[in-house]
């Protein structure tokens, strides 16, 4: 049993995570930039308001635990100002860092994303991949997972947004080719890794990426949906360089742009996602796609 401080907890992942900490007889307490709405279930951890881009509110947060599930980060789900994605996922880092040596609290799992090991990151792979290197190097027990794009029920987050076009529009916009693999991991299984890591204090200090076991190109991840969600599965492919000039201008105009400059880097580069350590040390069961997707569409029902 461990206090565990989870940040990022109102996220796609985090809502996940909470339920799976307690009941591996974890206490988690979430750190939240804003208390959740009146009328809303009670969460089952204890809240603490605080904001990664604020070190001050920080220390409270890691005080009395002992460790914590690092989620939260401006992401490449919406539009990312510059500002803001370093204040964040850089200076959080740092605040964060200094929060837990203060604290005593030595143990930290890092969520960073596949975008680290892209040739041309984008803003947030970059960032994220900044983070990183702070958090290896900061000498507290660290452990940081790499995961590919995570599927699963959820009312945010990138795939959520993606399902959601993929749900909505008669025709789904592919960005170049769409020929680019990615290893789609189910959201459960992540969580099961988090849980996994949080007990095994041995795996400080390393890295893994984490996927799902179908490598699969991005129009085949497409079709996959579509097959799940039982409709046709119609594309139209847009040249990356026409796709870069239309996320620049839908992120000017629009706050929560449907395609972002960061997603299309990350649909242009192919990230290894090499599993081998991750089945070498955790040996997980890796729920297949078509699973996967089955059960979060089931669940969202
Ligand atoms: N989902 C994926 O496919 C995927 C793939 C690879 C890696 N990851 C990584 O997994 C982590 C969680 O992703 P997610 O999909 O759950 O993202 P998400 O749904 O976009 O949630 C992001 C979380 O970060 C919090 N946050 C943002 N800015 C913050 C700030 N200044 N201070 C404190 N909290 C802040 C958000 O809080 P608010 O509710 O206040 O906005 C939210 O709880 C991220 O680090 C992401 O890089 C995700």
Redesign the pocket.
């Known amino acids: 049993m461990a206090r565990v401080l989870v ?9 996940a995570l909470a339920p799976r900490l307690v009941a591996a007889g974890h206490v988690p307490r979430f ?4 208390p959740p709405s009146p009328g809303k279930p009670a969460p089952s951890a204890e809240i603490v308001q ?5 070190p001050a509110t920080l220390a409270a947060a890691v005080a009395g635990t002992d460790a914590v599930v ?9 539009r990312l100002d510059p500002a ?1 994605a370093y ?3 850089v200076g ?1 880092a740092t605040a964060l860092i200094a929060a837990a040596r203060a604290a005593g609290c030595t143990r930290i799992v ?6 680290v090991h892209l040739p041309r990151p984008g803003l ?1 792979g970059l960032t ?1 991949r900044m983070a990183d290197r702070l958090f290896l190097g900061s000498g507290l027990d660290v452990t940081v ?7 699963g029920p ?1 009312a ?5 947004k993606l399902a959601g076009l993929v749900r909505r529009l008669p025709v789904i916009p592919v960005i170049g080719p769409g020929t680019w693999r990615l290893r789609p ?1 189910f ?1 459960d299984d992540l969580i099961d890794v988090v849980v996994a890591t949080l007990a095994r204090p041995e795996l400080a200090g390393r890295t893994y990426d984490v996927g799902g076991p179908d490598l699969v190109t991005y129009n085949e991840f497409l079709g996959a949906i579509c097959d799940a969600l039982g409709r046709r599965c119609r594309r139209v492919r847009l040249p990356i360089g026409v796709s870069f000039v239309l996320a620049s201008v839908l992120e000017r105009m629009l706050a929560n742009p449907p395609l972002t400059v960061d997603n299309v880097h990350g649909a242009t580069l192919e990230a290894p996602c090499d599993l081998r350590a991750l089945l070498r040390d955790y040996r997980p069961r890796l729920t297949p796609l078509v699973e996967g997707l089955r059960r979060t569409f089931e669940e969202a029902a």
């Not at 940040?7 to 809502?15: E, L, P, Q, V």
């Not at 750190?31 to 804003?34: A, E, S």
């Not at 690092?70 to 919406?78: E, R, V």
């Open positions: 940040t990022g907890a109102s996220g796609f992942i985090g809502t750190l939240v930039r804003r605080g904001d990664l881009g604020e690092h989620l939260g980060a401006a992401t490449s789900a919406g803001v204040r964040v996922n959080g890092v969520m960073s994303t596949q975008h947030y994220k997972l790499r995961p590919s794009l995570v599927y959820g945010r987050g990138v795939f959520v991991v959201l």
